[in-house]
């Protein structure tokens, strides 16, 4: 596995690090603790849904389309969410597209922040702000990434006020774009940062948090 995949990032709240097979039963009590503000989400339920969704992860992380997380609270080790790095793009010919390149150490130019989930007694704290932080500043500090996307159900008025609060501009509603987990077939409301924006946006980060460093 190219070494840029192998991601490691620790803050004041949490821990974030590439999935194992390991981590199901963790998982799973992250994932059952209140699953009521799951509606557009698909977060597996069972420890044979967590091990079948385990096992995707490790298999697009091998083939570099995605680099699936855990978050882990600091303090205690426990596993509080997920979190990944998905449609992986490359500069190719001059041109940022999805594609294999022959040096695997290469890293991306483009990718998306996403699959992004966490258990009941860690939300609305500073654990999705930490999170964003940390792959946010991976992303363009040490990949030198051109751009980083987020996207949403576009009916999820919560997670899209959570995206933009990071600093992420609205980009428009990709219409029809895939089902929902709950058989509809939904529109997609889609958010970037680009590398001009990404000090500002650190900057704002780093205010919510009350680091010492910003």
Known sequence: MAMWRAVDLTGYFVHLRTVRESDAEGILAAATEDRSTYAYTWVPGTLAQ??????????????????????EDVNTGRIVGQTRYLDIEYLVDRFVAPARLPDPETPPRAVEIGGT?????????????????????????????????????????????????????????????MRAPDGTIRDSAYFSIVSDEWPDVRLGLLQRLGHPDH
């Open 50 to 71: 967590v091990r079948e969704h385990v096992a995707t992860q490790l298999e697009e992380l091998h083939e570099g389309r995605s680099i699936p997380l855990v978050v």
């Open 117 to 177: 989930w966490y258990a009941s007694s860690v939300q609305r704290s500073a654990v999705n702000t930490e999170c964003k932080l940390l792959m946010l500043s991976h992303a363009f500090d040490c990949w030198e990434v051109l751009r980083v996307s987020l996207k949403t159900d576009s009916r999820n008025l919560r997670s899209r006020q959570a995206i933009e609060r990071i600093g992420a501009k609205f980009e428009g509603v990709r219409r029809a774009h």
